[in-house]
């Protein structure tokens, strides 16, 4: 998968700069190789530290997605080749998911204005970038997901954290369902802090070149409500909510505490609009192991800290590799297409936990971890 980060940095009337940064892999919908992290995460760290830099813009090339995911076509193809062995890590997993958790937790560390324009799909990876960010901005065309239970994975990427910042069972359901939800329902959520028309991008950038700059807390504050100004007339142009008519059934559906009946309480919401439809199909093909980790994120550990979430989640998305159960995921979406994986169990009724609990046993001491520094 070819794919880079294009980098500019726009001067400003004030003298100072923005630096922008654009993913450029439109033939995957940008998704996220290797190289692009590591160009993406070096980068931030240079901006970072760089005083001329007064702002940071993340965005992406073409009209159809911000960022689909991570690259795990490679990952696959990197199982395949050196597959995962008991109780050791797979090396391009672990380079990879260490990177990508990296640059992720720096984004939500940021201490300069970091806006991501989430235009067209956001999700997996996706999310990852843009959930972390001081300004998180969508248009009328962006669709959210979280959609790892149709690979056998989780919702990583901060996850384990960013799902539990939300109401109450909605978290948990959108991990189970991969539900896809829109501008609307992220406002009401609270997972978006602006809606812009997609076509005033252009316009964004010249007003941020034209902002008089000043400390820190100042351009916080300067963007807040350069945003606000931008999205005036955005209310015409929004799409109905899909989530919020289902609210109430979705919280009651979603608070037992025997994932089996979660399953039949969702399958069980009053509805037959194609988006619940859809959500519920998702939720039954899905992996039944990916369902229980996903439950354990929201339950058992809805009070981590955020560096914790993504040490926690490393050794998560390593131990998914170990079993198998990602690579019969991304198999049976991405590479044969097939749309029939052979998931370990056939339903969450029949979820050994024992295996579960291995899922959640790290591969490290705590010292020796990669993200051990991650929030020091």
């Known amino acids: 998968m070819a794919g880079t980060v294009n980098f500019q940095q726009l001067s400003c009337t004030s003298g100072h700069q923005i630096g922008v940064a654009e993913l450029d892999n439109t033939s995957s919908l940008n998704a996220l190789t290797y190289d692009m992290i590591k160009l993406l995460y070096t980068q931030l760290q240079i901006w970072q530290d760089d005083d001329t830099i007064s702002c940071v813009v993340l965005c992406a090339a073409g009209d159809k997605a911000f960022c689909a995911g991570g690259d795990v076509r490679a990952m696959y193809h990197a199982m395949q080749n050196s597959p995962p062995k008991k109780n050791q890590v797979q090396p391009f997993l672990a380079a990879y998911f260490t990177l990508e958790y990296q640059c992720d937790y720096l984004i939500h560390t940021y201490t300069k204005p970091i806006i991501v324009w989430g235009d067209g799909i956001v999700m997996g990876g996706g999310i990852g970038l843009y959930i972390g960010a001081s300004h998180r901005v969508l248009t009328q065309h962006s ?9 056998g994975l989780y919702p990583d990427v901060g996850g384990t954290w960013f799902l ?30 602006h809606v812009v028309r997609a076509e005033h991008k252009a316009e964004l950038f010249e007003q941020l070149t034209h902002n008089p700059w000043r400390s820190v807390e100042e351009n916080h504050l300067m963007v807040d409500e350069l945003l606000a100004n931008l999205a005036i007339d955005v209310v015409p142009a929004m799409p109905a909510s899909q989530l919020i008519p289902y609210f109430a059934q979705i919280q009651a559906a979603c608070v037992s505490p025997k994932l089996s009946v979660v399953y039949q309480q969702i399958m069980a919401i009053d509805g037959l609009g194609r988006w619940i439809e859809k959500a519920k199909a998702t939720m039954q093909a899905g992996s039944p192991i990916s369902a229980y980790i996903c439950f354990r994120q929201v339950n058992d550990y809805h009070h981590m800290p955020l560096a914790d ?16 159960e990602f690579q019969e995921g991304v198999r049976a979406l991405l590479i044969d297409k097939t749309g029939d994986p052979q998931w370990r169990f056939n339903s969450v009724d029949h979820v050994d936990q024992s295996v579960i609990d291995q899922l959640f046993t790290s591969y490290w001491k705590p010292q020796d971890h990669p993200l051990a520094e991650l929030g020091c």
């Not at 909605?170 to 501008?183: D, K, M, P, Q, R």
């Not at 009401?188 to 802090?193: G, K, S, V, Y």
Request: some cysteine; overall charge negative; hydrophobic content about 45%.
């Open 143 to 151: 669709k959210l997901a979280m959609p790892e239970i149709t690979i």
């Open 309 to 324: 979430c993504f040490r926690l989640e490393l050794d998560l998305s390593l131990r998914c590799g170990e079993l198998g």
């Open 164 to 193: 539990n910042q939300l109401p109450t069972g909605i978290g948990l359901f959108l991990g189970l369902t991969g539900a896809v939800i829109n501008a609307s329902d992220a406002i009401d959520l609270r997972i978006a802090d």
